[in-house]
Each structure stands twice: as structure tokens, then as C-alpha cells.
């Protein structure tokens, strides 16, 4: 084999793994063409957190935004949700948090926080407020 043919079968080999997997550019899954937005979770006492069930491509990032309003101290609990995303970042009034995981949430006051994930593992999973059993208190989740 020349110098020349076996360039070219290097070229052949190479180029495909270093080509942009599904045109996402270089950032890969955190590209902004990946990027979705969820709509809202407001936490407020008495009130419902989501309008509908969240409906989720696995490997799509996502952002979500979570309001606390304030009227009451309120948390949110997913552990099993939370288990079958990667979370890239949560950020809470400017300050980023990179974390290895995460189970619940809590508002202690009025705030928001938006948090950055990757949908992974196919399923049907949901967060809710804990302690409730109020169908309005719960959000339910489909990764497909």
C-alpha cells in the first residue's frame, strides 16, 4: 500500500468521527439547536404546577424554569426523574450549580431557579410536591 492509499483510508476512517454528530456543532447534545424550553412550574400554594404532562425526546436538552411565589414553604420531589436526566446546570439568581445529582428542590421564599438537563433514560417518572396526593400537586413525565 502507497503513502498516498493509505492516507486516503485514514481520511475515510477519521472524517466521519470527527464530523458533528447530527448536525448539533460542536457543543454536541448541549448545542442550541438541541435546546428546548419547558414551560414554567410555579409553586403557590393551592395551585396547580404544570397546565399538562411534559412529553420528553431522550438526548433533547432542556430548560425549565421553577417560580416560587412565596405563600408557603414548598418543595419539589423526583428522585426517580431525576435519576434519568443528566442535570448540566441549575441557576439560582446568578449563580450557576453544577451538581453530581439532585432529589428535591425547596423554596423557603419567593424565587426561581432554571435548570439545565439532558432527557436520558426512556420512562414515565413525575415530580411533585411532597406530602401530596392531589393530582394538580404532581406533574407527570414521559421520557421517550
Known amino acids: 500500500m502507497t503513502l498516498r492509499s493509505l492516507a486516503l483510508v485514514a481520511t475515510l476512517v477519521i472524517a466521519p468521527l470527527a464530523a458533528p454528530a447530527q448536525g ?3 457543543a454536541g447534545l448541549l448545542s442550541g439547536k438541541n435546546k428546548q424550553d419547558l414551560p414554567p412550574i410555579i409553586l403557590s400554594a393551592g ?25 408557603q414553604e414548598l418543595a419539589l420531589v423526583g428522585p426517580e426523574f431525576f435519576r434519568a436526566i443528566w442535570i448540566d446546570e441549575i ?11 439532585l432529589d428535591s428542590v425547596e423554596f423557603d421564599e419567593a ?7 439532558v432527557a436520558i433514560k426512556p ?3 413525575y415530580i411533585k410536591i ?8 404532581r406533574l407527570d413525565i414521559t421520557i421517550e
Open 91 to 101: 441557576v439560582v439568581e446568578g449563580l450557576e450549580i453544577r451538581p453530581l445529582g
Open 47 to 71: 395551585e396547580p404546577l404544570s397546565e399538562a404532562p411534559w412529553v420528553l425526546q431522550s438526548g433533547t436538552y432542556y430548560e425549565v424554569e421553577i417560580q416560587g411565589d412565596g405563600s
Open 123 to 125: 420512562g414515565r417518572y
Open 24 to 26: 448539533f456543532g460542536a
Open 111 to 117: 424565587g426561581e431557579m432554571e435548570i439545565g438537563f
Open 130 to 137: 411532597p406530602g401530596t396526593t392531589g393530582e394538580t400537586q
